[in-house]
């Protein structure tokens, strides 16, 4: 599902990441570890293409995405959902309108956003707060929203950065439960997080990673 | 673009300005704001263009002729003058009509004409200029051209007052442009740079959608719409406040200065210049928006 070979990756000759080698198969939840600055979350951009220079190869379904121009990055984001530590939800539209856009970025037509809107919101225990703002959802129910937002449209590969970072144990636990039902689905999922407790609990595939190179892998 | 496209981007460009109301407020105040000085010069500009073409259209040759033609004479002179490529009319007056026009115009002194004897005035033609020569190059030549006519006396037009005339049109025509011009670059920069404002604001949001998969045109073309939505309601009100003033003024005119001025008048902006407003409006919203989130489309 996704190779990385040789990649390495600078920032203004700082190396963020060292001679990276990988490979993640389809349907598996991979965990990225690392103290901060070890470089979990330079490569998940990598793979969602929010950082486009890097040495090495990159084969994500079979297609290096080095090759990719500028325009076809959509199309390559639509099949990958991204959960961010700080949620990135729009703020001045409504939970619904949030999970709502990614389906309007593909054409979906209305009726059927509706229904998958409201579906995935209803799945994640949030159908009481479609038309909140995230401002007046807490932290947990902002996650689950932008988690909403990630799996609505099926993508193929979810990728997380940190999604329980500013979460207590339980409500973490609450989160990673609902990655685990995705990744059930048929998902790949790739969750970037340094919380010792959960790496623990889950038993899944850790990759550590220190000063930007692989010191662990299975 | 499909239909569904389409209602989507105009659905989001309005939901995007009722999200950011205030902004939007400040947005379309200040375009009005500087889209009104822009009004006000245009309104003193094209009326002063009106007075002084209305002076333009005075401007005339009188082309005195000798006694004792026969009719016959006065019409080859007639043809010969109508043939300049400047004439755009030339109106007889017979000795008869100019001594009885001259004693309208005395009509209070009559007695002093009594002692004349024969009719002393000479007959004449009155020329008027076509808009095109109506300068004090192309006046004087043809008057010049007049005077070897044969059967021509003499010819006046007025000379020094052309001449004025001409360098004040000159200079206006100068004048104009250059306070235009500067007014149309303020506002240029102050419409731009306001609508850039109301897509700063939402710099995080433009990344956000990329992140999801949006294309660039997918994000873009409701920013485009609600550029062109801003700028078109800025003009449009400050054309609205400017007739506001206007009507107001000149009541105030009409009645404290009416008897000072006469039948001085000042006109509003023309349609077609209501029509560049409007469209300039639209086309800085445009723009403003266009060189704005094309700069915070690169994630």
Not at chain 1, 70 to 77: A, V
Request: hydrophobic share 45%.
């Amino acid at each position: 599902m996704i190779q990385m070979f040789h990649v390495s990756k600078y920032y203004d000759n700082y190396p963020a990441l060292r001679d990276i080698s990988l490979e993640i198969n389809k349907g598996e939840f991979i965990f990225i570890t690392g103290p901060s600055g070890a470089g979990k979350s330079t490569l998940l951009k990598l793979l969602f293409c929010a950082e486009r220079s890097y040495e090495g190869q990159i084969l994500i379904q079979g297609r290096n995405i080095a090759r990719l121009s500028d325009s076809k990055i959509p199309y390559l984001r639509r099949n990958m959902g991204v959960v961010f530590q700080d949620y990135k939800l729009l703020q001045h539209r409504t939970i619904y309108e949030n999970v709502a856009f990614t389906l309007k970025v593909i054409g979906m037509p209305r009726s059927e956003i509706k229904r998958k809107a409201y579906f995935v919101l209803k799945q994640l225990g949030l159908e009481h707060k479609l038309d909140s703002f995230p401002i007046k959802l807490s932290g947990g129910e902002q996650q689950r929203a932008a988690i909403a937002r990630a799996i609505v449209n099926e993508p193929a590969i979810l990728i997380a950065d940190e999604p329980t970072g500013n979460l207590d144990y339980n409500l973490s636990m609450e989160i990673f439960e609902i990655l685990k039902d995705i990744n059930v689905r048929g998902t790949t999922v790739i969750v970037a997080t340094h919380n010792r407790e959960v790496l623990n609990k889950m038993q899944r595939r850790i990759i550590a990673l220190e000063k930007g190179k692989i010191v662990s892998n299975g | 673009m499909s239909l569904y496209n389409i209602t989507h981007f105009i659905e989001e460009a309005l939901n995007n300005i009722r999200r950011n109301a205030f902004v939007t407020v400040i947005t379309v105040g200040t375009i009005a704001l500087s889209f009104l000085i822009l009004g006000v010069f245009l309104i003193i500009f094209s009326n002063l263009k009106d007075i002084t073409s209305s002076w333009q259209e005075q401007i005339q040759i009188v082309a005195y002729l000798k006694e004792g033609l026969s009719s016959a004479d006065i019409t080859s002179l007639e043809e010969k003058i109508r043939a300049e490529r400047e004439v755009s009319s030339a109106h007889f007056i017979s000795k008869d009509k100019a001594l009885s026009e001259f004693k309208k115009d005395l009509a209070n002194q009559t007695g002093l004409l009594d002692g004349l004897g024969e009719n002393p005035l000479p007959a004449y033609f009155e020329v008027k200029i076509k808009k095109a020569y109506q300068d004090s190059g192309a006046v004087s030549s043809l008057a010049e051209r007049f005077k070897k006519i044969k059967g021509i006396e003499d010819v006046q037009y007025g000379q020094e007052w052309v001449e004025n005339l001409s360098s004040f049109l000159d200079l206006m025509v100068i004048a104009g442009l250059v306070v235009g011009g500067l007014v149309s670059l303020a506002v240029i920069l102050i419409v731009s740079n306001t609508v850039k404002l109301t897509v700063y604001a939402r710099a995080e949001d433009i990344e956000i959608m990329k992140l999801i998969g949006a294309t660039d045109w997918f994000v873009k073309i409701p920013f485009l719409i609600e550029g062109v939505v801003i700028g078109l309601v800025g003009a449009f009100l400050s054309i609205a406040i400017l007739f506001g003033i206007y009507q107001l003024l000149m009541q105030r005119l009409s009645l404290n200065a009416g008897i000072l001025l006469g039948k001085f008048s000042i006109a509003f902006l023309s349609w077609p210049d209501i029509a560049i407003l409007l469209f300039a409006g639209m086309l800085l919203g445009l723009f403003g928006s266009f060189v704005s989130v094309g700069r915070f489309l690169k994630v």
